[in-house]
C-alpha cells in the first residue's frame, strides 16, 4: 500500500545533542510537510517542500532545519534540542497541483523525547 | 484569516449513541473541509472530506456536508463504538487563505464507553 513512513516511531535525545527525524513516502507526491504536535494541541505547521522548494513558516525557530535529498525523503533536523521541543512530530505529502487544493496524509508521527 | 472553531470537548457517550461533532469555519471564498482523526499515540488520518458547498463526504460510517450558508461541517456518526476513541479535528484549506497549509480546529476528544 502506499504510504508515508516515519522513522524511528519513538526518539529520546539529551539536552543540546542534534537529532535527524526522517520521514519517506511511496505515494510520490510532489509536496512534503513537517508538523509539530504538543499534548492536546492541534499540529503546528513547521515548514514544507514543495518539490525542491523549501518554505518555511514564519515562526519556526531557527533550531529547526529540513532536507529532501529527493521526492520520497525528507528530514528534520533539530540543531539543539530543548525541552520545550518535546512533542510529536508530524510528517504528511500532498499531491499539490497549482491553484488547487488537495489533501493531505500523514505518517503515524515519531514522538521525541528530550532528557 | 481562516480559523476553525469545534465544539470542546471531552464528549462521553456510550457505545451505540449518536454522534456530532459541531465545527464552523470562517473563510473567504471556498475552502476544502476535512476531518481527521487520531488514535492515541497515531499520526493523523483523514477521515472525510467536502470540497464544494452541500458535498457530504462519508467514511466508516462518519458523515459530515459542506454547509455554505451556515459556513459548518458538523460531523456525524449513528451508532458509535468503542473503537471510535480517538481525537477528531476538523481542518480547511483555501477559501481565501494558503492551498497548502491546514488551519486546525483545537480537536475534540470523543471517549465511548461499552
Known amino acids: 500500500d502506499a504510504m508515508v513512513i516515519q522513522n524511528p516511531r519513538y526518539q529520546v535525545t539529551q539536552f543540546g545533542k542534534p537529532v535527524t527525524l526522517s520521514c519517506s513516502q511511496t505515494?510520490?507526491?510532489?509536496?512534503m510537510y513537517w508538523y509539530q504536535q504538543k499534548s492536546s494541541q492541534a499540529p503546528k505547521l513547521l515548514f514544507h517542500?514543495?518539490?525542491?522548494?523549501?518554505?518555511n513558516e514564519a515562526d519556526t525557530p531557527d533550531n529547526f532545519q529540513s532536507r529532501r535529498p529527493n521526492t520520497s525523503f525528507c528530514f528534520l533536523d533539530i540543531r539543539s534540542p530543548g525541552l520545550g521541543d518535546a512533542a510529536m512530530y508530524l510528517c504528511?505529502?500532498?499531491?499539490?497541483?497549482?491553484?488547487?487544493?488537495?489533501?493531505?496524509?500523514f505518517g503515524p508521527g515519531t514522538r521525541l523525547t528530550v532528557l | 484569516g481562516n480559523s476553525v472553531t469545534q465544539m470542546e470537548g471531552p464528549v462521553t457517550l456510550s457505545e451505540e449513541a449518536f454522534l456530532t461533532i459541531n465545527c464552523t469555519y470562517t473563510?473567504?471564498?471556498?475552502?476544502?473541509l476535512f476531518w481527521y482523526v487520531q488514535y492515541p499515540g497515531e499520526g493523523l488520518q483523514l477521515l472525510l472530506k467536502?470540497?464544494?458547498?452541500?458535498d457530504k463526504g462519508s467514511n466508516k460510517g462518519f458523515e459530515a456536508t459542506y454547509r455554505k450558508e451556515t459556513t459548518s461541517f458538523h460531523l456525524e456518526k449513528g451508532s458509535v463504538q468503542v473503537s471510535d476513541s480517538a481525537v477528531y479535528f476538523c481542518?480547511?484549506?483555501?477559501?481565501?487563505?494558503?492551498?497548502?497549509?491546514?488551519?486546525f480546529g483545537k480537536g475534540t476528544l470523543l471517549t465511548v464507553n461499552p
Open positions: 504528511a505529502t500532498s499531491n499539490l497541483l497549482a491553484g488547487e487544493t488537495d489533501t493531505q496524509y
Open positions: 517542500y514543495y518539490d525542491k522548494d523549501f518554505n
Open positions: 473563510a473567504t471564498g471556498y475552502p476544502s
Open positions: 481542518a480547511l484549506t483555501g477559501g481565501g487563505g494558503s492551498n497548502y497549509k491546514l488551519t
Open positions: 505515494l510520490n507526491h510532489n509536496v
Open positions: 467536502a470540497t464544494k458547498a452541500d
